[in-house]
């Protein structure tokens, strides 16, 4: 049983870190990182493959507000709490709101969204995304890298290298249940001001 997780974790770990990485993902890029301490993935590699869920994520979305903003889809997102502050802090500062939106929680999402159906130019939103993107999964696998050597350190040989990566998932489901909640409680918020101010 362990020798499978260790297998899958392997075979298709970084496949899960990308797509993790595609919507809120630096509970993924964390794990991935973790892994890499490791030594089931490179570091580099679980750093690449964060930093192209994170750009691809943030180009779709950005693609779904710029080329289909009319979709029932799209419409749906633009009423989700948050995005219109997110479009007002686009107008007002757009290089700063796209290099910093995916560092807040719940706003990378509408953000993306936003951000298409502003005025910023395809080219600088790509290159701004690609960069944002780079520092975060450089930052957040180094976290997991890091999260690894403590945990080292503090179990020590107490326990298999197998359950060490058992711990590492649990912690990793945790850490994403716990970023869910808090992120439902600030859209909750989020609403409640709008609705406020609606009235």
């Not at 809120?24 to 869920?53: D, K, M, P, R, Y």
């Amino acid at each position: 049983m362990n020798g499978t997780i260790h297998h899958l974790i392997e075979q298709y770990g970084l496949i899960a870190v990308f797509l993790g990485c595609v919507a809120e993902g630096e509970s993924a890029a964390i794990l991935g990182g973790f892994f890499a301490h490791q030594h089931i993935f490179v570091l580099w590699q679980t750093v690449l493959a964060a930093f192209l869920g994170a750009f691809a994520g943030d180009t779709f979305f950005f693609t779904l507000g710029r080329s289909f903003a009319d979709h029932r889809y799209v419409r749906r997102l633009r009423r989700r709490p948050g995005f219109s502050r997110a479009y007002r802090l686009l107008n007002t500062h757009p290089n700063i709101f796209v290099l910093t939106n995916r560092y807040i929680y719940g706003m990378r999402l509408v953000g993306g969204i936003a951000a298409g159906l502003s005025t910023v130019p395809v080219p600088r939103f790509v290159i701004l995304n690609a960069l944002s993107s780079a520092v975060w999964a450089a930052m957040f696998s180094a976290i997991g890298y890091v999260f690894g050597l403590g945990a080292e350190q503090m179990l020590g040989q107490a326990f298999e290298r197998h359950e060490r990566l058992l711990i590492a998932l649990g912690v990793g489901v945790g850490v994403a249940i716990i970023a869910w909640l808090v992120g439902h409680h600030f859209a909750g918020r989020e609403r409640a001001k709008e609705d406020q101010a609606g009235s």
